[in-house]
Nanobody, 115 residues
Framework: QVQLVESGGGLVQPGGSLRLSCAAS????????MGWFRQAPGKQRELVAR???????IYADSAKGRFTISRDNAKNTVALQMNSLKPEDTAVYYC?????????WGKGTLVTVSS
């Protein structure tokens, strides 16, 4: 089992940047896959980016070229650097971990992109 706690959300103007962080309650070095998802009001939760242990990073088309996911196994954290933010990036962002066939979720952090 692993608990995930997100931080770093907030209000930012269009074109701005935010860095989200996800802290895990235990070592993530053996966690198969970690990622970030988001859910906008009235929409389904969607993948933003994933970073498996083999380093094969996957980005949603909407994130390519603007967002960067990284994991620090020594600190048990996963980060999402978001640049050139757009109003359509407004959502609750969730950290996700796949471990031993089970998915774990954080409670989310709200990102609002608005002028």
């Amino acid at each position: 089992q692993v608990q995930l706690v997100e931080s770093g959300g907030g209000l930012v103007q269009p074109g701005g940047s935010l860095r989200l962080s996800c802290a895990a309650s235990r070592s993530i070095s053996s966690i198969t896959d970690m990622g970030w998802f988001r859910q906008a009001p009235g929409k389904q939760r969607e993948l933003v980016a994933r970073i498996p242990t083999d380093g094969t990073i996957i980005y949603a088309d909407s994130a390519k070229g603007r967002f960067t996911i990284s994991r620090d196994n020594a600190k048990n954290t996963v980060a999402l650097q978001m640049n050139s933010l757009k109003p359509e990036d407004t959502a609750v962002y969730y950290c996700n971990a796949l471990s031993n066939g089970l998915y774990y979720w954080g409670k989310g952090t709200l990102v609002t992109v608005s002028s």
